[in-house]
């Protein structure tokens, strides 16, 4: 019954979160993918704490306007960042785990940007993914 609960107060936190003009396409697995110029996310049914991470992540991408005119580690920390914000505003405890998923996945692109030459590299999001400046060649 706890879970049934929690699953209706997840759904009505990515309805309240979510613009009307955007397209939900719901997905099985729990990845999410955004198009913020088409206005369309593809998302998992948000009726888990993590489903819920993952949606609004997605629509992050969509509100904060991610057209690809910055880097893509900015734009993944900055949705990860409104994702966890809104979280905690609508009182829903975020999981370690969560956390732990979200800063790997800020350091993967942030090391994967470095290894085409992308630099200079965002200095909010090398600390939130726990990335020495030693680890990079140029921070701002």
Known sequence: MARQAAAVRYQAIAVKHT???????????????????????????????RALHVYLHEVAHVVLRHYHDRPVHVQEYEAEQWAFAV?????????????RRAKAYVAHTILRELARGCEPIHLPAARFANIAPDQTTSLR
């Not at 719901?26 to 998992?44: D, F, M, N, Q």
Request: charged share 30%; proline share 11%; net charge positive.
């Open 19 to 49: 613009p009307d003009d955007v397209e939900v396409v719901y997905r099985k697995r729990l990845t999410g993918c955004a198009w913020a110029r088409s206005r369309r996310i593809a998302v998992p049914r948000p009726v888990t704490r």
């Open 87 to 99: 979280m905690r505003a609508e009182g829903v405890p975020i999981p370690r785990a969560s956390v």
